[in-house]
């Protein structure tokens, strides 16, 4: 059974439209008229249309932030990904920790990233959930009031590099240097920043799992199904990913099914500061990325050897390879 742990009224958040201006070397952005509600910021996330992916001005629905956060857990690197059902466009896909900026945080999008991490991304152990740091600064505990959070040994989080095209917010840029896409379909800005979180290495039989608010009636809900982690980790290799998917479960790693699979758009294409796409199929992105499906043992590999040489004798050449 599903364990709710916070309700929130949708109707107290508020977020602002910006105005947008790309060049090659650069984005800004300000806000532009009246605070609006959630329900409000749906309504004009509507498909918009630009000619040069380089250089252009527009005015979007809002501001969106993610987190490309690598998670070093055990000497290895990965990335975190979590499995959302996307109400207001009708799919389920894995994306990255994301959430809606709120208007009293646009100059800053950072902090929004780093309480979406707190909320989204939760490790617990045998003694309790784990608590959080960036750099000298505690992470929220949002569900404080029904979990039991250890302060005792927090994860880090630490920035890693920047993108290279700076992002400002008026005439401010923004620290940590976020990567930035204008997203068509939904009329939206959107920063990814890339984010390390080390597990203590005291942290043992470590379990992951993923919170979402959903939209129930007219409360948002934050639930957790222990049964449906939905929070699945890519492995890294110098850096760069490998075409796998497990979860994590008292310190054990279970390969997650890609059968299906589409990614959110942050994985799709990007062309200048566009982004056009909705999702990206797994095995499209793999290709993208020039990675190859990681291969299954198929029932012929896990034959034992005198079962192989009999299957030889009956069809030869079969059992080879």
Same mark, same amino acid.
């Given at each position: 059974?599903? &364990?709710?742990?916070? &309700?929130?009224?949708?109707?107290?958040?508020?977020?602002?439209?910006?105005?947008?201006?790309?060049?090659?070397?650069?984005?800004? $952005?300000?806000?532009? =008229?009246?605070?609006?509600?959630?329900?409000?910021?749906?309504?004009? &996330?509507?498909?918009?249309?630009?000619?040069?992916?380089?250089?252009?001005?527009?005015?979007?629905?809002?501001?969106?932030?993610?987190?490309?956060? %690598?998670?070093?857990?055990?000497?290895?690197? @990965?990335?975190?990904?979590?499995?959302?059902?996307?109400?207001?466009? =009708?799919?389920?896909?894995?994306?990255?920790?994301?959430? $809606?900026?709120?208007?009293?945080?646009?100059?800053? +999008? *950072?902090?929004?990233?780093?309480?979406?991490?707190?909320?989204?991304?939760?490790?617990?152990?045998?003694?309790?959930?784990?608590?959080?740091?960036?750099?000298? %600064?505690?992470?929220?505990?949002? @569900?404080?009031?029904?979990?039991?959070?250890?302060?005792?040994?927090?994860?880090?989080?630490? +920035?890693?590099?920047?993108?290279?095209?700076?992002?400002?917010?008026?005439?401010?840029?923004?620290?940590?240097?976020?990567?930035? @896409?204008?997203?068509?379909? %939904?009329?939206? *800005?959107?920063?990814? $920043?890339?984010?390390?979180?080390?597990?203590?290495? !005291?942290?043992?039989?470590?379990?992951?799992?993923?919170?979402?608010?959903?939209?129930?009636?007219?409360?948002?809900?934050?639930?957790?199904?222990?049964? &449906?982690?939905?929070? @699945?980790?890519?492995?890294?290799?110098?850096? !760069?990913?490998? +075409?796998?998917?497990?979860?994590?479960?008292?310190?054990?790693? $279970?390969?997650?099914?890609?059968? =299906?699979?589409?990614?959110?758009?942050?994985?799709?294409?990007?062309?200048?500061?566009?982004?056009?796409?909705?999702?990206?199929?797994?095995?499209?992105?793999?290709? !993208? /990325?020039?990675?190859?499906?990681? !291969? %299954?043992?198929?029932?012929?590999?896990?034959?034992?050897?005198?079962?192989? /040489? *009999? *299957?030889?004798?009956?069809? +030869?050449?079969?059992?080879?390879?």
């Amino acid at each position: 059974m599903p &364990r709710t742990l916070i &309700r929130k009224n949708p109707s107290n958040f508020k977020t602002l439209p910006l105005y947008v201006e790309a060049t090659p070397e650069g984005l800004s $952005y300000q806000s532009v =008229g009246m605070p609006l509600n959630f329900s409000q910021t749906l309504q004009r &996330r509507r498909p918009v249309t630009v000619t040069n992916p380089e250089h252009f001005a527009l005015e979007l629905a809002n501001l969106g932030v993610s987190v490309r956060l %690598t998670l070093h857990w055990q000497g290895r690197d @990965y990335w975190v990904l979590v499995r959302q059902r996307r109400q207001d466009r =009708g799919d389920v896909v894995l994306k990255l920790i994301s959430g $809606y900026v709120p208007a009293h945080e646009l100059n800053l +999008p *950072l902090h929004t990233a780093i309480q979406e991490i707190a909320e989204e991304c939760l490790l617990e152990t045998p003694e309790g959930w784990l608590g959080g740091r960036f750099n000298d %600064t505690w992470l929220p505990a949002p @569900y404080a009031s029904a979990l039991h959070y250890r302060e005792a040994m927090p994860f880090r989080l630490t +920035p890693e590099s920047g993108a290279a095209r700076p992002v400002r917010c008026a005439n401010l840029p923004l620290i940590e240097r976020p990567r930035a @896409y204008v997203h068509l379909p %939904t009329a939206s *800005l959107q920063l990814i $920043y890339d984010l390390r979180l080390d597990v203590p290495k !005291q942290a043992l039989s470590l379990s992951l799992f993923h919170v979402d608010e959903r939209l129930e009636g007219d409360q948002l809900v934050a639930r957790l199904d222990r049964k &449906r982690p939905d929070l @699945y980790l890519m492995p890294l290799e110098n850096g !760069q990913p490998l +075409p796998q998917l497990f979860t994590l479960k008292k310190d054990q790693l $279970y390969p997650a099914s890609t059968r =299906g699979l589409y990614l959110a758009e942050s994985f799709a294409r990007q062309e200048g500061w566009l982004v056009r796409d909705e999702r990206i199929r797994w095995k499209d992105w793999l290709v !993208q /990325q020039g990675l190859s499906p990681a !291969q %299954t043992p198929s029932g012929l590999s896990r034959l034992t050897g005198k079962a192989r /040489q *009999l *299957l030889k004798k009956m069809v +030869p050449g079969k059992a080879g390879g």
